[in-house]
C-alpha cells in the first residue's frame, strides 16, 4: 500500500482558535486523519521540531501554519517548514493578513515590552528585570526566542502556496482545502481558497442596504437595539462586509452582529481599511466639517475597527518600525 501524503500543522503569533477550527471537523476529521499521515502537530501530538529537521526536503505534502510571525523562533520554524513542504498554507486571519496580532505594530516594541513588564497594573516589577533572549546559567546559557519589531504575516517571511481565510476558517472551508489538495486538481498559486466576492453580494441583509447610504451617526452594537432584519450600515453600525471576502457563511450577520472583517479582502482591493473608509466616507451625511468629525468621531478606534485583522498587509503596515 502507497505511504498516505504527509500533512503537518503549526501554529505561531495566535489565539489556539485555529487550531480549535480543526477539531471541529467534528466526525469529518476521522475521514481526513484516515486519507493523510499527520507528521506534526505540536498541539496535538508529541512530535518535535528536530523530528521535523530529520525529514528529507519537499516530503511533507502540505503544511497549515496558522498565526503571524512575531518571534525568531516562529521565523525559524515558518523556513523550516517552507523547506519541508511542497505546499504552505496561510491558515486563518493572522497567517494571512497579520490578524489581530499585527494591531500591535501601532507601537514600538520598546513600547509593548515596557507596558508588558513595568506599567501594567497587575505587575509588580521594581527592579524593571525584562526576559533576555541569552542567559548565561551554570556555564551554558539559557535561551529564548527574540522578540522582533514588527508582526508580520506568513508572507511577508516566506513564500506561501495558499490562504485559508478567516478567524478562524470554517470546517467546510478546511474540508475543501484537504479534499482539493487530495485530488492534484490545484488552483493556480497565490489562490485565496475562498470565493472571491464580497460579503454584501451574499448577505441575507443585502436586500435592506439602501444604494445611497446616508450615515448620520455611528452606534456600536451594544449602544442600540438592533434590527435583526437590516443591513448593519443602514443602521448606522459599522458592517466590514463591502470591503471583506465571502466565504464565512455569513457568521456574524446571522448571530445580530455586523461583520468584523476576519475573511480579509477580495483580490480586487489592495487595503481591507482603505476600501471601507473610502466607503463609509462617502456615505457621512453632513456637509460642515465639524459636523463631518462629530460624526466621524462616532468610531471609536478607527484602526482597529478598519484593520483589525490586516494591519500587516495593509499600506500603513506599522505606526512605528522600530
Ligand atoms: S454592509 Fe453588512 S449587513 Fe449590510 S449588506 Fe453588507 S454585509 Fe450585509
Ligand atoms: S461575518 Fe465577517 S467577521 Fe464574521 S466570520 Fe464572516 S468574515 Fe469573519
Request: aromatic share 6%; with cysteine.
Amino acid at each position: 500500500m502507497p505511504d498516505k501524503p504527509k500533512v503537518a500543522f503549526y501554529w505561531c503569533a495566535s489565539c489556539g482558535g485555529c487550531e480549535e477550527s480543526i477539531v471541529d471537523l467534528a466526525e469529518d476529521i476521522l475521514e481526513v486523519a484516515q486519507a493523510v499521515d499527520i507528521v506534526f502537530w505540536p498541539v496535538a501530538m508529541d512530535f518535535k521540531r528536530k523530528h521535523v529537521e530529520a525529514m528529507p526536503d519537499g516530503s511533507i505534502l502540505a503544511t497549515m501554519v496558522n498565526g503571524s510571525i512575531r518571534t525568531s523562533e516562529q521565523e525559524e520554524m515558518a523556513h523550516l517548514l517552507r523547506r519541508k513542504s511542497q505546499i504552505l498554507i496561510a491558515y486563518g486571519s493572522c497567517a494571512h493578513t497579520g490578524g489581530v496580532p499585527s494591531l500591535a505594530n501601532q507601537f514600538s516594541k520598546e513600547q509593548i515590552l515596557r507596558t508588558v513588564y513595568e506599567e501594567a497594573p497587575t505587575v509588580v516589577n521594581e527592579q524593571k528585570v525584562r526576559p533576555q533572549p541569552r542567559h548565561p546559567y551554570d556555564g551554558t546559557a539559557l535561551t529564548l526566542p527574540e522578540f522582533r519589531g514588527l508582526v508580520r504575516s506568513l508572507d511577508q517571511v516566506v513564500e506561501v502556496d495558499y490562504y485559508l481565510p478567516g478567524c478562524p476558517p470554517t470546517p467546510k472551508l478546511l474540508k475543501q482545502a484537504v479534499l482539493t489538495l487530495l485530488s492534484g486538481q490545484l488552483p493556480p498559486k497565490g489562490t485565496v481558497l475562498a470565493p472571491d466576492t464580497a460579503q454584501c453580494d451574499s448577505c441575507p441583509r443585502k436586500e435592506s442596504k439602501p444604494a445611497d447610504l446616508k450615515i448620520t451617526e455611528f452606534k456600536r452594537p451594544h449602544w442600540t437595539q438592533i434590527d435583526p432584519e437590516k443591513c448593519f450600515l443602514a443602521q448606522g453600525i459599522i458592517c466590514m462586509g463591502p470591503a471583506t471576502r465571502s466565504g464565512c457563511e455569513a457568521q456574524c450577520i446571522k448571530g445580530n452582529m455586523p461583520c468584523t472583517g476576519c475573511f480579509g479582502p477580495t483580490s480586487r482591493v489592495r487595503d481591507q481599511g482603505a476600501k471601507i473608509l473610502s466607503a463609509l466616507a462617502s456615505s457621512v451625511d453632513a456637509r460642515e466639517p465639524e459636523e463631518i468629525e462629530k460624526i466621524l468621531g462616532g468610531i471609536p478606534d478607527p484602526v482597529g475597527t478598519f484593520y483589525r485583522y490586516s494591519l500587516a498587509k495593509s499600506l500603513l503596515r506599522a505606526k512605528v518600525t522600530r
